[in-house]
């Protein structure tokens, strides 16, 4: 480093010389001129091999170190003309083809060895490189991950993870020729064959026959496991989920915002590391979204999924063909009776009569098939008949379909009806929070929280929406939480419940439901705004909102809110004041920061307010002069910032929420203090602490929370120990400190937790000693534990003989890493 920050300054000042020496020398004119333009080509090399702060090897440092002397001499023989009378020819003349020579030896430097260096350097990045993405694959491959799951939101892409599925559910002939044909496209290797397509109807089965191919062993081989599956969607956020691909298919590369400013050299540095790559985008709907999210660069293959053919931008596309008669039948029973054929005791002529009505679509057959399992026989004729006046509704297939899967909602219950419509208030592709959705029941339709459980089950069992993997096993345990599982639907169903929502008139209906946009609410509303809508359950869905975008409207009825929306600022529509049924208040921001609220003083009018769900939001102070949510019963705060807000606070909090009983803070990183205030809960039955990796202590008079039953505090890394006073936790049945990998040991006198009945503390490694007091807790019924300190629980096991001592699979995940 120091002969290149030499060779710079030297090289500068030859310059300053020889700019001199042409204006005043006429023997050195020309040669001066020469010298100027080899130095001048050199400089800026010089400039960023002292800008880049790297160690050059010895042989590199000994040239520069010539180059230098090089530089030096030039740098004198300048100076010493300068100073040479016109008189003195010979001289002269010996100084100028001194000054050649000068020039020769740094235009041989430039010519070989630089050359040398450049190519030596690209080949070290070459090999670095690749090093690095194989340290990276083989620590995954231990790790026993294959990459993110399907539909999984991160901020640096998703890789595909294969899943299998079981049953009669599997592919037919048909579609098993269609996904050979597919995995030819997708491995045609030619330039021309760069973006493929495959196409269908709404529920023909597009996603399901892509997810096949992504799984398929020659399909993964090929591609070396590099599968990016990313789903569109109607109103995508182009520019974020551009740059999410392209991190994602560099690794992490956030030089630049977009593909169209990559360089050329880039892209064939790109080549020259990169192995195959494939990006599936699914659910694409126009063709300018497609052609700002299709990189060209080498090696990266794009299959497009959608309902419509793209011939501009795509080489080839199949289109998926419905199921022929016998594949219908088959996934027909699947779902209808769990088999693969037609029981022997059930009217055959019947059920191949609705079968013929769900025209070979793979959806409409798995739903209608669930619909109709174990009803009577005059039920499936009922359906058969419905199904076949289906027919003459409309002239679009998809809106027949629409009419036909219409009766396996007409069958439902009204309260599960009900709670099935009550989907269509949620965003296009996007994740169902599973605690909204709970407690969007329980509020609308004054349900217990485990009756609400059960139509959940119910709806996924009928394929009406679909639970994450393992959701049924976690949330059927009494002290699971919702908060970090989801629901999804399929795209048809979710018109479905929109088409079925919009039968009344604009001010009549039950449910008002604005899909996307970027400002402003739609023209309807406003046409209508002079008469009350009667709508209970409200649903927006938007970018920015400023104080214009809004007008005044009237919801007298109103008990849920959600107002969903992509964007640093929101202002709060002025509307939420002629809410005063409003129970439930929903506010999710999908932008990429947490977003500052505006016009906060709209919550002093929410009296009945008895839930509130804030995700991604930037939590305000919180000061004397808040006005008090009274009746607020459950409080949520997901990706939040908190800091503000919380950290330190000498707020009150039991006065602004005097009749809180539970409180989730999830994921709040900024959080490092809980406030001493918030043990002042009397009513205060839950409360969760998760995710939250900068929290290090907690408030020592914890202990004061009396009517506490759940305490979960997984996820914290950074905190070490438990406060004392948490013994003094009398009705405290549930502690969950799983994941909390620097806590060092269990507090003693747990014997005080004398309503204690289960304890999670997986992942808990620092722990390596039990408390005696342990062996007193009598209540206790059920610890989840790791291997390595699950033989000193069973020491207890003997003095509490009712014990479950349940040892915890082995599970890795990086989903932390992009929380």
Not at 217 to 241: A, D, G, K, Y
Not at 297 to 310: A, D, N, Y
Not at 313 to 337: G, H, I, P, R
Not at 719 to 727: D, G, H, T, V
Request: net charge neutral; aromatic share 6%; charged share 25%.
């Amino acid at each position: 480093m120091v002969a290149d920050f030499f060779a710079g300054e030297l090289a500068v000042e030859l310059m300053k010389e020889l700019s001199k020496l042409c204006k005043r020398a006429c023997y050195f004119r020309s040669t001066a001129e020469n010298l100027k333009s080899s130095i001048n080509d050199l400089l800026p090399i010089i400039q960023e091999i002292q800008c880049s702060g790297l160690e050059l090897p010895q042989n590199r440092q000994r040239q520069l170190e010539d180059l230098t002397q090089n530089l030096r001499h030039g740098l004198d023989l300048a100076r010493t003309a300068a100073a040479s009378g016109r008189w003195n020819v010979y001289k002269n003349i010996r100084l100028s083809k001194e000054m050649g020579r000068v020039r020769k030896a740094i235009s041989r430097f430039v010519r070989w060895p630089l050359q040398a260096h450049v190519l030596a350097d690209v080949h070290h990045l070459r090999v670095e490189a690749a090093e690095r993405l194989e340290r990276i694959e083989r620590r995954v491959e231990e790790m026993g991950v294959g990459g993110r799951g399907i539909g999984e939101e991160s901020q640096i892409g998703k890789w595909f993870l294969e899943e299998k599925e079981g049953g009669c559910e599997g592919f037919g002939v048909g579609l098993k020729v269609g996904k050979e044909k597919v995995k030819e496209m997708v491995l045609d290797e030619r330039e021309e064959k760069r973006v493929v397509g495959v196409c269908g109807m709404g529920g023909s089965g597009k996603t399901t026959l892509v997810k096949e191919i992504c799984g398929d062993p020659e399909i993964r081989s090929h591609f070396n496991n590099r599968i990016i599956f990313e789903t569109v969607s109607q109103s995508p956020n182009l520019e974020q989920l551009r740059l999410k691909i392209w991190e994602q298919i560099t690794q992490g590369n956030r030089l630049f915002k977009s593909h169209d400013s990559i360089p050329q050299w880039m892209v064939r540095f790109e080549q020259s590391i990169r192995r195959p790559i494939l990006v599936v985008l699914d659910d694409v709907w126009s063709l300018s979204q497609l052609e700002q999210l299709v990189f060209k660069i080498p090696g990266c293959k794009t299959l497009v999924v959608s309902r419509f053919r793209f011939p501009a931008a795509t080489n080839s596309t199949y289109e998926v063909e419905l199921l022929k008669e016998e594949e219908s039948l088959s996934l027909f029973c699947s779902s209808a009776f769990g088999q693969c054929s037609i029981p022997y005791n059930v009217d055959k002529k019947l059920v191949k009569q609705v079968v013929v009505e769900c025209k070979g679509l793979p959806l409409a057959l798995k739903v209608i098939g669930a619909s109709l399992r174990g009803q009577p026989p005059i039920v499936w004729q009922s359906a058969k008949n419905r199904l076949s006046r289906g027919e003459t509704i409309s002239d679009s297939h998809e809106s027949r379909l629409i009419e036909r899967m219409r009766i396996s909602i007409d069958c439902l219950s009204t309260n599960v009806r009900e709670c099935f419509l009550d989907l269509a208030s949620f965003p296009e592709d996007k994740k169902i929070p599973l605690d909204v959705l709970i407690n969007l029941w329980v509020e609308v339709h004054d349900l217990e929280e485990e009756d609400a459980f059960a139509i959940l089950i119910g709806l996924s069992d009928k394929h009406l929406l679909t639970l994450v993997k393992d959701a049924r096993n976690r949330v059927g345990d009494i002290y699971s939480t919702y908060s970090e599982i989801s629901v999804t639907q399929h795209d048809v169903l979710r018109d479905l419940a929109i088409h079925m929502c919009h039968c009344d008139s604009i001010n009549r209906r039950k449910r008002l439901i604005m899909a996307r946009r970027e400002d402003g609410l739609p023209k309807d509303w406003l046409r209508n705004k002079d008469r009350p809508f009667d709508a209970q359950i409200v649903s927006i869905h938007t970018g920015e909102m400023k104080e214009s975008n809004w007008f005044q409207v009237y919801f007298p009825s109103a008990e849920v809110l959600m107002l969903h929306f992509s964007s640093s600022t929101f202002f709060l529509p002025q509307f939420i004041e002629t809410m005063p049924k409003l129970k439930a208040l929903v506010l999710i921001n999908y932008g990429t920061s947490s977003a500052v609220l505006h016009n906060l003083s709209v919550f002093a009018s929410l009296d009945n307010l008895r839930g509130l769900w804030l995700e991604k939001i930037a939590i305000p102070p919180l000061c004397t002069t808040t006005v008090p949510l009274v009746n607020l019963r459950k409080l949520s705060l997901v990706l939040c910032e908190v800091s503000k807000s919380l950290n330190g606070s000498a707020t009150n909090l039991p006065l602004l929420f005097p009749r809180l009983s539970d409180l989730t803070i999830d994921h709040c990183i900024d959080l490092s203090k809980i406030p001493s205030t918030i043990c002042g809960f009397q009513s205060l039955e839950s409360l969760s602490i998760t995710n939250c990796h900068d929290l290090n202590e907690l408030p020592p008079e914890l202990g004061r929370l009396n009517s506490l039953q759940v305490l979960r505090l997984y996820g914290c890394l950074s905190l070490k120990k438990l406060p004392q006073a948490i013994c003094g936790l009398k009705r405290l049945k549930y502690l969950d400190i799983s994941q909390c990998m620097n806590l060092r040991s269990l507090p003693e006198g747990m014997d005080q937790m004398i309503s204690l009945e289960k304890l999670d503390m997986r992942e808990c490694s620092q722990i390596k000693t039990l408390p005696m007091s342990s062996m007193l807790l009598r209540s206790l019924g059920h610890v989840i534990c790791d291997e390595g300190i699950a033989f000193m629980w069973k020491e207890t096991e003997k003095a509490i003989p009712e014990l479950w001592i349940q040892v915890a699979e082995e599970r890795f995940t990086l989903d932390w890493l992009v929380q």
